[in-house]
């Protein structure tokens, strides 16, 4: 039943003397419906959300300013996929028009995905129409009609895939406005950029890694150390690396240095930068080789932010693993272990930033929880808590 929102007024004295009598109910303003949408992403400290209409919201401290509840982007372009950057400092936000051509904005020391975009969304491509589009933080990567992969920004540890290092230099080394193949010509169904490498899941199934060695997945690879090119001489794979000793996939998800793939069956493979536990087990040292971690029930999707990871199983439950300074796993509990978010909700999306995570519920409502000192989720407070809360209405 829907709470009595009627004011009780009643007679008021002042100095003695009646100047109002009698009582009388007068209808208050209902509490403004909470914040709902069709999808949502998470980055550093910012989140943004697209609308039904394919507006874009953001809040945080971020791509869409400094907001502590959603606020429209400014533009008229209206979007049918967003991704803020999830790696580094999370500081912009890409999309893929209704028109299929993708947009940036936001920036990164000036040089994120190519370019120092402002709040307004940047055209990066008036000629190539794309079906999804990933944000890493210094480099941005897109899916083309017919799948095949397209990544700008920087190259250095190879993360834009091309193949040649010496191509990719270019007049500025450290950002490269154009889109450019990623070699191999892989039709690819799934694509995600981390910090400094990017992974794929092609059409049939096989997950491709490229970039830093540490997280591409493949310690038996042969990688280039050419410290001119790749990041303080550390190897690096130019192109995409094939990974053997796993399932077909339907899903790939980069953290900052940290990957996690999905199964057909619904197991999650995880490997890279291991040092809070992201890849699903107590933590420490990272591990080259993708391995599957261990979940009481079969999962439907997952999301990898900065320190740590989640999933929804097929009933909508979230679990949450690794790092939890602020709450972000959604418990108490400091253990980095898979565990369920402590919520009787259930999920149908579920975004990780970069020490919070943002889910959307089967009502479309938009819950966040973690760290808060950016405004992140959206709560109209910058109190952090491991309790997830409904986002505001926009504002």
Known sequence: M?????????????????????????????????????SVTAGGRSTCALGSDGT????????????????????????????????????????????GYPYCWGEYFGIDVGRPYGTTPTLIEDTIAVSALTNGGRHACALAMDQSALCWGSWISGVRGGGDPAAASGPDPIANLIPNAVAGAIPFAEISAGWHHTCGVATNGQVF???????VGDPTATYDT??????????????????????????????SNHTCSLSTGGTIYCWGDNTFGQMGDDGGAPNATPTAITLPVAMQSLAAGNLHTCALDVEGRAYCWGH???????????????????TDRRFREIAVGGSHTCAIATDDVVYCWGANDGGQLG?????????????????
């Open 2 to 38: 829907m709470a009595d929102s009627r004011i009780r007024y009643c007679s008021l004295i002042l100095g003695g003397a009646m100047v109002a009598s009698g009582c009388s109910d007068t209808v208050g303003l209902e509490a403004p419906p909470p914040f709902t949408a069709a």
């Open 226 to 255: 050419d410290e001119g090119e790749c990041i303080f001489g550390a190897p690096c794979a130019w192109a995409p690396i094939v990974l053997s000793g796993i399932p077909s996939m339907t899903d790939v998800v980069t953290g």
């Open 379 to 395: 709560d109209g407070t910058h109190i952090s808590t491991s309790a997830p809360v409904a986002v505001k209405p926009a504002g």
């Open 324 to 342: 939890n300074s602020s709450g972000q796993l959604g418990r108490a509990d400091p253990s980095p272990d898979p565990m369920p978010v402590d």
């Open 209 to 215: 890694c490229w970039g830093y060695a540490e997280y």
């Open 56 to 99: 874009a919201y953001c809040w945080g401290a971020g791509p869409g300013g400094d907001n502590d509840i959603p606020k429209a982007v400014n533009t008229t372009v209206r979007f049918q996929s967003l991704e803020v950057a999830r790696a580094g400092l999370g500081l912009s936000a890409c999309g893929v028009a209704t028109s």
